[in-house]
């Protein structure tokens, strides 16, 4: 895809104003349910033979069009939006692994996601093996069991900005007939789209980056479509269906039969969404919509923005190092992956104390001291006592993550008063 390309999908895939009466905003249907009409429309409907709404659980006009726009813009064949970016993870682990199995995933991943992780799939009896250094390539084919079903990687670390090696960590999957799914959060289908490096399914906070103004918890699962489900090794996709069915014969069909490539974004859809319940409402799935029309422009700005204040912080004296990787200048995996930049955020050590970073926390002006990235406002905060507070200490230590790390997540202010406000804050905390 070029990028004039996304460009334009951004602001017009997946919708068609001519059905619904040339509106320029794609409408908002908030609405619980939809009119059969004719008992006819309803059987066509129910039974999946005509395209058509009846009740939003299972679907609504105004998520349908973020879910055609994130798969038009990812390259992939189908989308699934869902009320929060841990739903979305938790929804893809359960449809992977369902009824039991291992995944593989490195310990530098969101908070949130290594709580679960560690501590609530083991319970559904789906177990995880973790490793620390998420390229270390010969840990992982080592790692993978006979029934290890997928590996789960984060596309930039939080916070450390560590860029994966989704290439070669898809190869090691597919030669083990297992999928790669990455959270890409952090870049964005602007800056990164895994698909063209073989990724299976990336899945999204669409909270950060992809809405960009902090105002909605929302998560999408995407469904590149070229996974092989029908390895032998998944057979919730290839098991005769009974929701899939045709009353009429009696004739029942697998999720693959049915949606083929999109088996996997699919049985989100008709098992997780419909069945577990956690959607995302049309009025949130308006406000990424809106959100998303602006990515490139934002994603640029903050990118600059963000550039200009690692080489600030890098020549700070009351700073003892600064986690960007788009400023290693010699860095191959951010020259392959992420040329346009890696992101937003950022993170760096104060050559001082906690308290020290405590004072600075308190005299920020302009930053907001908030547990979120991805927002058009910067954002400034703590990790070990805050966002990273869920992850042991032992893993927090092997990431470099101590109390004087403080990760800022760039807006779109001017980049000379978000360097003014730091260095302010830091003069209080050295004075
Ligand atoms: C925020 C975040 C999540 C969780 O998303 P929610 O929308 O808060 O549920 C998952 N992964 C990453 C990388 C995140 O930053």
Redesign the pocket.
């Known amino acids: 895809m070029t990028e004039e390309d996304f460009d334009t999908k951004r602001l017009h895939a997946g919708y068609r104003p001519e059905d619904h009466q040339y509106a320029s905003s794609v409408p908002i249907y908030e609405s619980a349910a939809f009119g059969f009409g004719t008992e006819a429309r309803a059987e066509g409907i129910i039974g999946g033979t005509i395209s058509g709404y009846s009740y939003t659980r299972n679907g609504n006009p105004t998520t349908k069009v973020l879910e055609d726009r994130i798969a038009a813009l990812e390259g992939g064949v189908d989308a699934v939006a869902v009320g929060?970016?841990?739903?979305?993870?938790t929804y893809t682990i359960l449809n992977v692994a369902e009824g039991g199995g291992r995944i593989l995933a490195p310990t530098n991943?969101?908070g949130?996601?290594l709580d679960e992780f560690r501590t609530l799939f083991p319970k559904f009896n789906i177990n995880f093996d973790f490793y620390d250094d998420v390229n270390d390539l010969e840990t992982v084919k080592a790692a993978i069991k006979p029934d290890t079903k997928a590996i789960y990687v984060?596309s930039v670390a939080?916070p450390s900005t560590e860029v994966t090696d989704i290439e070669a960590l898809a190869e090691i999957a597919h030669a083990h007939q297992i999928p790669l799914i990455v959270?890409n959060?952090?870049p964005t289908p602007y800056l990164l789209r895994p698909f063209e490096f073989g990724a299976d399914i990336v899945?999204y906070?669409?909270?950060?980056g992809i809405n960009g103004h902090g105002n909605v918890?929302?998560?999408l699962v995407v469904d590149h479509g070229q996974f092989d489900w029908t390895n032998g090794k998944f057979p919730q996709f290839t098991e005769p269906e009974f929701t899939l069915g045709d009353e009429a014969t009696g004739q029942q069909a697998s999720f693959v039969e049915k949606f083929g490539a999109s088996a996997f974004a699919a049985r989100i859809q008709v098992k997780y969404v419909r069945l577990f319940g956690g959607l995302l409402s049309p009025f949130d799935a308006y406000l990424v919509l809106l959100g998303l029309e602006t990515i490139s422009e934002r994603l640029t700005k903050e990118v600059a923005n963000a550039t200009a204040v690692a080489k600030y912080l890098s020549q700070n004296p009351h700073v003892k190092r600064v986690y960007y990787s788009g400023i290693e200048s010699a860095n191959p995996l951010v020259t392959k992956y992420l040329p346009k930049g890696i992101g937003a955020i950022l993170a760096f050590e104060l050559d001082g104390t906690a308290e020290q970073v405590a004072t600075l926390l308190d005299h920020v002006k302009v930053f907001s001291y908030l547990p979120?990235?991805g927002d058009a406002k910067s954002l400034i905060v703590n990790p070990t006592k805050t966002t990273h507070r869920e992850i042991p200490a032992a893993i927090r230590a092997k990431h470099a993550l101590n109390d004087r790390v403080i990760r800022l997540s760039l807006g779109l202010e001017s980049a000379t008063d978000l360097i003014h406000d730091l260095e302010q804050a830091i003069n209080q905390a050295f004075h």
């Open positions: 929060s970016g841990m739903a979305a993870i991943i969101y949130a996601s984060e939080n959270d959060t952090f899945v906070s669409s909270t950060k918890i929302s998560g979120n990235v």
